[in-house]
């Protein structure tokens, strides 16, 4: 652990990390109420200080070195957990905490409980964005991310898993009628199905001891999202491979049916993942603590 003798000195720090975010010494200035003059002189101890440039200068543009680049998201983390852990001092964490989530599981879930969350953390605003696209750290506003995944991360972020994502067919009660019922396995191959390229079918076929020979090869629609397939399960336009686990409700009030016991796996599931160096940030770990929670205690499941 540092001394804090052993430490740069803060202002040259704040110049360094505000610089590195805007890209400019004149920016930086700005935003810190000082001179050009005084963030370039602040920049260059911290150089002395460390041995080794941090920024390239040319006209009219300011480029972080290798080791710049290396430094700049630790510092830019460090006072971001520095600003928050003094908020949370003063009544819990604050500002804004941006989540990028699969549609599946924010129709499904998140969307349902979200609002427990702010009445326990009133200060913290929280941004919902659904997206199927990996995001990166780096370049994008995005604090946590909820996506399918098999728990193993890129160097730099960690991951809790939430729920495994296990599958079944399920179907409208009316289109199980068209055919007298669902009774076996093969009757699913009579009506259409949602998205059959999925490579759920085969491997839920497989597991119950069915073969996948009969199984359509034509390609179809791919609707990108399980929320999406779910939606046309329920209105009757073919039986789709989804999580039970996201619709008790309408397997309970009859909108839909899972006509065999037997659910799929393939050691895939929902994980909160976001970057080990953030880990601590107080928006960060609160939200992790009360969503494992929170999955626990209306799921019944978490990793």
Known sequence: MYRINQLPPLTAIRAFEASARLGSFTKAAEELGTTQAAVSYQIKLLEERA????????????????????????????????????????????????????????ASWLAHHLGAFQMVQPDLAVRLETTTRQTDFKSEEVDVVIRRDYGRFPKGLVGNLLVP??????????????????????????????????????????????????????QAPNMGSQAYEAIAAIAGRGVAMLTPIFYKQELENGTLIQP??????????????????????PKIRVFREWILAEVKRTLGTVG
């Open 51 to 106: 041995g080794t440039p941090l920024f390239l200068r040319r006209p009219k543009q300011t480029e972080l070195t290798d080791a710049g680049r290396a430094l700049a998201p630790k510092v830019s983390a460090a006072f971001e957990m520095l600003g928050e852990a003094w908020g949370e001092t003063r009544g819990g964490a604050r500002g804004v905490l941006v989540v990028s989530t699969l549609p599946t599981f924010a």
């Open 165 to 218: 994502s296990d599958f079944a067919p399920m179907l409208s009660p009316k289109l199980a009628a068209t055919i007298g019922g669902v009774r076996e396995p093969a009757d699913l191959l009579k009506l259409p199905q949602v998205d059959p390229g999925d490579s759920w079918w085969r491997a839920w076929f497989e597991g119950a001891g069915w073969p996948t020979e009969a199984l359509p090869t034509h």
């Open 260 to 281: 065999f016991d037997h659910v799929g796996s393939d050691g895939s599931g929902f994980w909160l993942v976001y970057p080990e160096e953030r880990r601590n940030v």
